[in-house]
């Protein structure tokens, strides 16, 4: 599966611990069976989680049956790209890394918006 980034370069993993992804490879690799558009890697936050759950999207309560650990405060996770510009609407977006996100986002999310919120680790 060859999928790129927002700026047209090989996606980076975003995750493998949790273990993210629509096809749970730990890249926000995504293709026509992706309704969510799972596709913008976030550092997620206490006010993002927040706002998630809020808004019906309880991404911090583990559910083993699907697989899923609950995402904490630093975790990288591949967001709906819907959620993400909701959170953003609502003042709640989190930080994104941008090489770990796909380009299929831009579809949804304008590129300035995606830079506003980009993630920086001081990591050389």
């Not at 975003?14 to 273990?19: A, D, I, M, N, R």
């Not at 819907?82 to 609407?89: C, G, H, L, N, S």
Request: net charge negative.
């Amino acid at each position: 599966m060859e999928n790129n980034n927002i700026f047209g370069q090989p996606l980076i993993a975003c995750s493998h611990e949790p273990l993210t992804g629509y096809f749970r490879d730990g890249c926000c690799n995504t293709d026509k069976t992706d309704q969510g558009v799972h596709t913008v890697c976030i550092v997620a936050t206490e006010e993002f989680l927040a706002f998630s759950k809020a808004a019906g999207n309880d991404l911090s309560t583990p559910v083993p049956e699907w697989s899923f650990p609950g995402i904490k405060p630093g975790d990288k996770w591949c967001l709906c790209a819907i959620r993400f510009k909701e959170a953003y609407e609502n003042n709640a977006a989190p930080k994104v890394i941008l090489e770990a996100t796909n380009e299929k986002t831009l579809e949804i999310v304008e590129m300035d918006v995606l830079i506003e919120h980009a993630y920086y680790t001081d990591k050389v």
